[in-house]
């Protein structure tokens, strides 16, 4: 399955809010504080633009106000258009002002998540980290500490959102495995990547597989990339190709 990734900045967005449909102004309306202002008009953009190109439509005020991100009722956004729900699913994040939307074909399952690498607390990683998953990041240097334990978070995040119920459950209930391979995540299980693998993983700006299972059952396929100081990660079900980059110029998109 083909699964298409935007990344949009704030400077991306702009000062005017007529790309936002009559709801989601009256939404925008009701936000009182300008950092939850600004992520969620970041977020919408990002989401608008991103649609436009994967559907091929016009990325004008007009078109995009047509696009209309709505919430489920589990939090997890939906797109409508004109006449009614769109066949994709999406999903969003957004970290330190930048943005992140995937797009797949409906009714294909996707969560991904963007982060700033940073450190954190040991009772942190205590309480929200499997005891799999914390020998994982003890193999580690201690300077490639930092970004794996913040790639593990990732991933979490993309799993959560993808079985629609993001940090309303326990971040130990699904587990996360790096795959030593760059073919796509459905081809093969690969091996359970080593240290040594991940660490150089880490410095080639390319997309990576992982998998992470659910305390249910479910098993998500997805990717993982590392660029600078931020991490992103995707997964969905059925299992992924290698992300494709949305290019928001006009054209067809091969899917």
Known sequence: MNLYWLEQTEADVPAENDWLSAVETQRLEGLRFPKRRGDWRLGRWTAKRAVAAYLNLAADPTALAAIEIRPAPSGAPEVFLADGPAAIAISLSHSAGTAVCAVTPFP?????????????SDGFFDD????????????????????????????????????????RADTRS?????????SPAGDSDGHLADPAFIGRAANFNSWFSLRV??????????????????????????????????????GMIAR
């Open 213 to 250: 299972d659910s305390n249910d059952g479910k098993v998500f396929r997805g990717w993982w990339q590392r660029a600078g100081n931020l991490v992103r990660t995707v997964v969905a079900d059925p299992p992924p190709a290698s992300p494709i980059r949305l290019e928001l110029t006009p």
């Open 108 to 120: 294909a399952a996707v969560g991904c998540d963007l982060e700033v690498i940073e450190p954190r």
């Open 128 to 167: 929200y980290f499997t005891a799999e998953e914390q020998a994982m990041v003890a193999r580690m240097s201690a300077a490639d500490r930092p970004w794996l334990f913040t790639l593990l978070w990732s991933a979490k995040e993309s799993a959560l959102k993808a079985l629609r119920v993001g940090l």
């Open 174 to 182: 699904v587990r996360v495995n790096l795959v030593d391979t760059e």
